[in-house]
Every structure is written in structure tokens, then in C-alpha cells.
């Protein structure tokens, strides 16, 4: 009797272990099924300002910047300007010290003197000689010499009028002038100072013709110039104004290229006005150049773009695709897609994706526009108000991927 009663006990207990494991089972199956619905990250489509711009970077210099050099070598004598002096043109702004050239001077003008008297002398040689020759007085030899010794000194009174031109202009160079109205942002020199003027002609000073016009010299990458025409507006700042944004226009697209480390840039000239006087040569500018600009423009996250889902959480039909869309294309259709877009396609064709009423992912094929980085214009495909999938907060990983960039799933980022 007893051990009959001690079998239904263990009977009672087999029963009540596998009671408890089928509820443990279901209540497992339970929470796994919920955790493997994905919680999306969504965004719907609205409209803003998009501006597109090319950044680069570059250096403020004056429109007209003049360097003042001297074609004679000697001492420093005066010094009439320092930095900032505003000049005229036609002003004295140094002198070298004249003693040399002075003496130069007057030798030249003895030496035209000399030449002078003998050509006075030569000439009247000359006439005698042709007197005498007339008189059958002497040789048609003698009067030939006459007449070219008479010649030579006329060619020596010209040489020496050549000198004497060049050693006055010598004298005058002492004297260094500024060639343009403006003011001296640069001075090379000091009193006392020898400047050697020899193959080279070394700066003294220089001068900019109007610092209220400026200039930014920017270097603009090979794939971004095709999109610089002249005109186009500009906005930069300086590290000196950082909360202040300048405005300029670009006024020239220079066509010689400057590579550095194999890398092809252009020099693109913006011009600036800078009546405040702000801005200062060799500033650097960071330069954001407007390509295009929508005032009121159809836009979307880029994350949208970039987001991709595994293929067994895309919908088989287009049937609840939100309306205003365009019939989704299923992933590996006619042209094949990869990252958001068609490879091998126009590169402004995209696929995004769309959830319909069951939480059900729809792609969609658009057309976008242009973007600022973070938003993209949508030129069709999409209207204002729809929900866009960008990425997936949680969900079970083994089946329905990651959010992971560099992982798999619907979660791979392009």
C-alpha cells in the first residue's frame, strides 16, 4: 500500500514538471516572438530651405598688390613711410644715398662736353679739307678721312648724350616712388640699409591699391569644379570674425591646374568688399560657395537613403504603399539595387523604404535633387507627410539583422 502511494506521487510530479516546463515553453515562444518585431526609427517627408554648397578654403589678398623694388643698388638713405602709411602715386617714399650717381652724372656731362669740342674741331677740319680738295690742293684721299673723322665725332657726341640720359635716370632712381595710390602693408627695408639691385630687383615695400576691395584666391578640387560658374554667390568666415559670415561673388575661374600630392585643384578667384576694412591680407577664409539653393523644397533625411533591410522583411506587394508613392521595386529587380540606389543606374534614382498599415516594409523608387548633407530634395516618389524608415532601434539580431553599419540585415548601412 505503500509504495503504490508512493508512485502517484512521482506520477503527480512527472505531470506537474511537464505542465510547468509547456508553460515556461509558451511564455518563451511568447517573448521571443515579441522581440523579434523591429522597432523602427522613422522620419516623415517635409518640406524647407535646402542649400547645396562646395566648401573650400583660401586666402584674402588685395584686388591690386603692388611690389616696389629699386633698379639701383646703394645705401638707404630716407625713409618717408612705414607700415600702414597711405600713400599717393608719384610720392617719394625712400631714398638711396645719390653720391655715386651724382659723380656718374657729372662725368657724363664732361664727357658730352669733350665730344662737343671735338666735333667742333672736326667739322672745321672738315670744311678746310673740302675747301682744298675743291682747289685741287690736296688728295681725294685726305679729304675722304676728313669727312669720316667728322662722322665719328658726330657718333661720339650721341653716345656720350646716351650716357649722360642714363646716368640722369640712374640719379632719379635714387628716388623710389610709389607707383599706385594705396597703402603700405609690407616694408623690407630700414635706414641705413644697402639694397643690392643686380639679376633680381629685391622688394622694398608693398602697397595695396584698395584694401575695400579684396579678393579670396580659393582652391577648388577637380570634382566640384564643373559646378563653379562666376556669379554664383558666396558666404565665409575668418578664424578672426568667428560668429560673423561675409558675403562675395565668384568673379573668375582660373583654368591652370595646381597639383599638390597628386591632387588637381583650380584657383578660383571671389571678389569681396570690405568698406569696414575687417578683413586684412593673408586672412583664412573658409569658403562655402552656393551651387544651388530651393526656397520650399521636398526633402528627407539622407539616413533614409542610406537604410537597407534584410529581404524577408520587404513586402511582397505595393498594394498598402503610402499614397503619393511610387510602386516599389523589390530588392534585386530589373537594374539591381545596392545601398539605396540603382547600381549601374542614375545616381540621383534611390530606393527608400516605407512602412504600410501591418509594420510592413515597402520600397519605393524616387528621384532626388539636391542636398545639403543632411537632407536631400525628393523630385518625385515621395509627398509631403509620408513616413519614411531611417533605421532600427532594437529587434532580434539573429533574424532580422543589426544596426550595426558594418554588419548584415535590414539594418546595413551603404
Not at 537604410?307 to 524577408?312: G, K, Y
Amino acid at each position: 500500500m505503500a509504495e503504490a502511494k508512493h508512485g502517484g506521487w512521482i506520477k503527480w510530479f512527472i505531470v506537474l514538471v511537464i505542465l510547468g516546463g509547456g508553460a515556461a515553453g509558451g511564455w518563451f515562444y511568447t517573448r521571443r516572438g515579441h522581440t523579434d518585431a523591429p522597432e523602427y526609427q522613422t522620419a516623415s517627408v517635409g518640406r524647407g530651405e535646402l542649400t547645396q554648397v562646395v566648401t573650400a578654403t583660401g586666402v584674402l589678398n588685395p584686388v591690386k598688390n603692388v611690389q616696389v623694388g629699386c633698379q639701383v643698388s646703394g645705401r638707404i638713405n630716407v625713409m618717408y613711410v612705414d607700415y600702414n602709411s597711405q600713400v599717393k602715386q608719384g610720392q617719394v617714399i625712400a631714398e638711396i644715398d645719390p653720391a655715386t650717381y651724382n659723380a656718374a652724372l657729372q662725368q657724363a656731362e664732361a664727357d658730352l662736353a669733350n665730344a662737343r669740342a671735338n666735333l667742333e674741331l672736326q667739322a672745321v677740319q672738315a670744311k678746310r679739307a673740302s675747301d682744298l680738295y675743291d682747289a685741287k690742293l690736296i688728295s681725294a684721299s685726305d679729304f675722304d678721312t676728313a669727312t669720316a673723322t667728322l662722322h665719328e665725332a658726330q657718333a661720339t657726341v650721341q653716345i656720350k648724350q646716351a650716357t649722360l640720359a642714363n646716368a640722369t635716370a640712374n640719379l632719379g632712381y635714387c628716388k623710389i616712388l610709389s607707383p599706385v595710390d594705396g597703402v603700405v602693408i609690407s616694408r623690407a627695408v630700414d635706414v641705413g640699409q644697402t639694397v643690392a639691385s643686380s639679376f633680381s630687383t629685391p622688394t622694398l615695400f608693398q602697397i595695396a591699391n584698395d584694401l575695400t576691395k579684396m579678393q579670396i584666391d580659393s582652391s577648388i578640387a577637380e570634382a566640384d569644379i564643373g559646378t563653379i560658374t562666376e556669379g554664383q554667390t558666396v558666404d565665409f568666415t575668418v578664424d578672426a570674425y568667428p560668429y560673423r559670415t561675409f558675403h562675395g561673388a565668384v568673379v573668375q575661374v582660373r583654368n591652370a591646374p595646381i597639383t599638390v600630392n597628386n591632387v588637381v585643384t583650380y584657383d578660383t578667384v571671389i571678389g569681396v568688399t570690405n568698406k569696414d576694412y575687417k578683413l586684412k591680407p593673408g586672412m583664412t577664409a573658409n569658403v562655402s560657395i552656393v551651387i544651388a539653393q530651393r526656397e520650399d523644397a521636398v526633402r528627407i533625411p539622407n539616413a533614409a537613403l542610406r537604410f537597407h533591410p534584410a529581404d524577408s522583411l520587404l513586402a511582397t506587394t505595393n498594394a498598402a504603399a503610402p499614397a503619393g508613392t511610387n510602386s516599389g521595386v523589390p530588392r534585386g529587380g530589373a537594374g539591381g539595387m545596392w545601398g539605396g540606389h540603382h547600381r549601374g543606374g542614375p545616381s540621383n534614382v534611390h530606393t527608400v523604404y516605407v512602412l504600410d498599415g501591418e509594420q510592413t516594409l515597402v520600397p519605393v523608387q524616387i528621384k532626388t535633387g539636391i542636398s545639403d548633407g543632411i537632407f536631400t530634395e525628393v523630385t518625385e516618389g515621395l509627398k509631403e507627410g509620408d513616413t519614411l524608415v531611417t533605421g532600427v532601434s532594437s529587434g532580434d539580431t539573429q533574424s532580422a539583422g543589426s544596426a550595426n553599419p558594418f554588419g548584415g540585415g535590414f539594418g546595413r548601412m551603404r
